[in-house]
């Protein structure tokens, strides 16, 4: 008479149950940082967003001689002292507001910073911000184009 097995042996189960606490300790920690991933896109979507914008908008204000005109340009003349990196967020729908001087050492969660407001040129003024994250901030750059 031969004797079948019904299930599985302790020594099966223990095995399975330790591959899977290996398994479980390498995809863990994968897992625990995605928030500063999030963030650092989140930043980098904005400085996209406000390069854009400003080149959008240069491009509008060529063809339309720098005169103001609804959704097609806003002049952000050269030689004026408020055309500053902060004045391109409110080309963006929502319009972005900058918190304009020193970072805090501990910024708000989704407040946008600007240390030095630099003025905009036509050539294009690399502009620098820090998006709050809670902590210190993630520092991202975009580029300011000057209208005229």
Do not use: H, W
């Not at 002049?75 to 020193?102: D, E, N, R």
């Not at 050492?105 to 994250?133: K, W």
């Amino acid at each position: 008479m031969r004797n079948t097995q019904q299930g599985f042996t302790l020594i099966e189960l223990v095995v399975v149950i330790v591959i899977l606490g290996i398994l479980a300790a390498t995809a863990i920690p994968k897992f625990i940082d995605l928030r500063s991933n999030a963030t650092t896109a989140a930043a980098q979507g904005i400085a996209g967003g406000l390069s854009s914008a400003s080149a959008i908008n240069y491009a509008g204000c060529a063809v339309m001689n720098n005169v103001l005109t609804t959704g097609k340009c806003t002049p952000m003349l050269a030689a004026s002292a408020t055309s500053k990196c902060s004045l391109i967020g409110t080309l963006l729908l929502p319009t972005q507001s900058f918190t304009v001087g020193a970072v805090p050492g501990t910024t708000v969660a989704g407040t946008l910073y600007i240390a030095t407001d630099s003025a905009l040129t036509t050539a294009g003024t690399t502009c620098t911000f820090v998006y709050g994250d809670g902590a210190a901030g993630v520092s991202q750059t975009y580029t300011g184009l000057a209208t005229g």
